[in-house]
Nanobody
Framework: QVQVVESGGGLVQAGGSLTLSCAAS????????MGWYRQAPGKQRELVAT???????NYADSVKGRFTIYRDNAKNTVYLQMSSLKPEDTAVYYC??????????????WGQGTQVTVSA
């Protein structure tokens, strides 16, 4: 079983910064990719940023230049540094981890989500 736990959400003023963290734990052979997604009220969940095991990153156009995803391999942890935040960044942010376990080469696990609220 794989657990994914996010932390770091909160309330911030527009223009401010916030860093989210996400740790994957359990019986993990290797990390294939980890990433961040978000879901605003009344909207579908959307990709924010992902990072593969090789270090390749992918960002949503709406966050390019403002958000940075980085990782600590030793801790199976990925971070999302968010700056120049806008009210439209308000959402529940979810972390996803795709890992290789003993039985499965690519197992996907989601965290419970962390709320980010940006006030105007």
């Amino acid at each position: 079983q794989v657990q994914v736990v996010e932390s770091g959400g909160g309330l911030v003023q527009a223009g401010g910064s916030l860093t989210l963290s996400c740790a994957a734990s359990g019986i993990i052979f290797s990390i294939n990719a980890m990433g961040w997604y978000r879901q605003a009220p009344g909207k579908q969940r959307e990709l924010v940023a992902t990072m593969t095991s090789g270090g390749s990153t992918n960002y949503a156009d709406s966050v390019k230049g403002r958000f940075t995803i980085y990782r600590d391999n030793a801790k199976n942890t990925v971070y999302l540094q968010m700056s120049s935040l806008k009210p439209e960044d308000t959402a529940v942010y979810y972390c996803n981890a795709r890992v290789a376990t003993v039985l499965l080469p690519d197992f996907s696990s989601w965290g419970q989500g962390t709320q980010v609220t940006v006030s105007a």
